[in-house]
């Protein structure tokens, strides 16, 4: 089992830039694929940024390619992504995901199970 616990949101001005982490319990974290999703308001759960085990698989999607980088220390069991040049439309509540799933090229990776609580994100214009 794992447990995932998100912090570092909070609110910023558009251009600006965050640095989201996750930590996570569990002597299994060091084999799981990770990754971040968020949820805006009134729409549905998005898939952002995956990172295998070993850091030397990730995948993007189209909308934060460029901006937001995933990256992770298996010492300190905890996944980070750094996100910048943040838009207002970037508002939403971020999530960190554990055991995801189909990390292959050119195929969208599927959730794992376990979820960590969220952290809000807002983009002030």
């Known amino acids: 089992q794992v447990q995932l616990v998100e912090s570092g949101g909070g609110l910023v001005q558009a251009g600006g830039s965050l640095r989201l982490s996750c930590a996570a319990s569990?002597?299994?974290?060091?084999?799981?694929?990770m990754g971040w999703f968020r949820q805006g308001p009134g729409k549905e759960r998005e898939l952002l940024a995956v990172?295998?085990?070993?850091?030397?698989?990730?995948y993007y999607a189209d909308s934060v390619k460029g901006r937001f980088t995933i990256s992770r220390d298996n010492d300190k069991n905890m996944v980070y992504l750094q996100m910048n040049s943040l838009q207002p439309e970037d508002t939403a509540v971020y999530y960190c995901?554990?055991?995801?799933?189909?990390?292959?090229?050119?195929?969208?990776?599927?959730?794992?199970?376990?979820w960590g609580q969220g952290t809000q994100v807002t983009v002030s214009s």
């Open positions: 995901n554990a055991e995801l799933r189909r990390l292959r090229v050119g195929e969208v990776p599927l959730p794992g199970i376990y």
């Open positions: 569990g002597r299994f974290f060091k084999s799981y694929a």
């Open positions: 990172i295998s085990f070993d850091g030397g698989y990730t």
